[in-house]
């Protein structure tokens, strides 16, 4: 019994309401212009990976919004794989299809029944380029940080006034300046700031933390409370606390006993004409968190790029060919 699963919910990164999306001519190695009047172009010389997708029609948007391609286009794959298995009547086992609220932030698995889905192993549909195959994926953490201030007129706060928003760009500036997303990849962790809010009284600041592996992953959390308790000393008790819960893990331990999932799946993909590779995700999928819960589920390529941005796209043709390996996935594991 093969489970097949997306999520429905898009990424808050950009904004997501009123999406114009459109499907281009086929691609000819130039800039697309996205919106005119705002002269917003998709362009090579920022993306680089649009010159692999030279004669392909790409689905995108005007460049004001997320086109949600993550995972809008994961949930049309599987529905596509469906509607044909439905139609053409060929033999096959059975599928069980799970889509799934709120991926983006860390909870999409929190009321997934496994028992009741049913499945003896199932792939997430939540990934990028054509091919990709992910079954590593990052330790996730969420972090708040909390910076308490004393505020007094500023005509007399000598040696009294301490200010919550300095105190919370201090705390920053105590973080790996090199340790962030734009200055990492591959299994290189990092902290990220999501957002920040703040006056002299009180501060916070949002993180999320991330590494592949499991020792770096718990120190970089524990260095959380190190910073906090660092600032405590300076500026005295409750200054700054620091509270940090546990997203997911990295699903590889869970994977290695079930490694046939992964064969199958490059199996269908070369026979697709598709040449998959194994890369580790820089993220999470509720794959992850499935795994743990007794649910095999690596993560199968979408085909889209330029995941949570306004400059988000996916190649109508890459779409398809995705459908094309899920239905064969189904169909190969019939006996």
Known sequence: VIGLIAHMDTAPDAPGAGIRARITAPYDG????????????????????????????????????????DDKAGVAEILECARRLLSSGAPHGAVRIGFTPDEEIGRGADRFDVAAFAADYAYTVDGGTLGEIEYENFNGAAA?????????????ARGKL???????????????????????DGYQGFYHLTHMEGQVEEA?????????????????????????????????????TAQVVESYRN?????????????????????????????????????????????????????????????????????????????????DACP
Do not use: W
Not at 41 to 69: C, F, M, N, Q
């Open 30 to 69: 130039g800039d697309v212009v996205l919106n005119e009047a705002l002269d917003l172009r998709l362009s090579p010389r920022d993306y680089p990976v649009l010159e692999r997708h030279v004669g392909k029609r790409l689905i995108v948007t005007d460049g004001t919004t997320l086109l949600g391609a």
């Open 144 to 156: 708040t940080v909390t910076l308490r201030g004393k505020s007094i007129h500023p005509g007399s």
């Open 162 to 184: 301490v200010n919550a928003a300095h105190l919370a760009m201090e705390f920053h500036q105590l973080l790996p300046a090199l340790e962030v997303p734009a200055a990492t």
């Open 204 to 240: 916070t600041l949002s993180y999320i933390i991330r590494d592949h592996d499991a020792a770096k992953f718990q120190a970089r959390c524990a260095f959380f409370e190190t910073a906090a308790a660092f600032l405590n000393e300076k500026y005295g008790p409750g200054t700054a």
């Open 251 to 331: 699903m590889k331990e869970q994977i290695l006993p079930h490694m046939e999932i992964i064969e199958r799946a490059q199996a269908a993909m070369e026979a697709c004409g598709v040449t998959p590779r194994v890369v580790p995700i820089r993220g999470g999928t509720d794959g992850a968190r499935l795994s743990y819960m007794g649910l095999p589920c690596p993560n199968l390529c979408t085909g889209g790029e330029n995941f949570h941005g306004r400059f988000e796209f996916i190649p109508l043709e890459d779409m398809e060919k995705v459908a094309d390996i899920l239905e064969r996935i189904v169909l």
